[in-house]
């Protein structure tokens, strides 16, 4: 069983940074794609940036150039670097491993951007 423990969230200004982390459990991590995923109260969770086991990433549009997703496999963690934030990526942030076809979860991590 794959346990994600997210952290790094927070209070942030518009244009502001902030960075998340999310580590994982297990044996198999470098084997595993990992994703973060993004969730506004009433709306649907939207996959924010991917990174696969070979290390070859994809962002939303919404997200591109300013995010960065990232992975040390030595420490079962993967990252999200998120630069000039704005209001609109307030939401809660989800951590997602995807390992021989089962899909695990963190329990989120609040980043709100707010002057």
């Known amino acids: 069983q794959v346990q994600l423990v997210e952290s790094g969230g927070g209070l942030v200004q518009p244009g502001g940074s902030l960075s998340v982390s999310c580590a994982a459990s297990?044996?198999?991590?470098?084997?595993?794609?990992m994703g973060w995923y993004r969730q506004d109260p009433g709306k649907q969770r939207e996959l924010v940036a991917h990174i696969s086991s070979g290390g070859n990433t994809n962002y939303a549009d919404s997200v591109k150039g300013r995010f960065t997703i990232s992975r040390d496999n030595a420490k079962n963690t993967v990252y999200l670097q998120m630069n000039s934030l704005k209001p609109e990526d307030t939401a809660v942030y989800y951590c997602?491993?995807?390992?021989?076809?089962?899909?695990?979860w963190g329990q989120g991590i609040q980043v709100t951007v707010s002057s």
């Open positions: 297990g044996s198999f991590f470098s084997m595993a794609a």
């Open positions: 997602n491993e995807a390992l021989f076809a089962r899909n695990y």
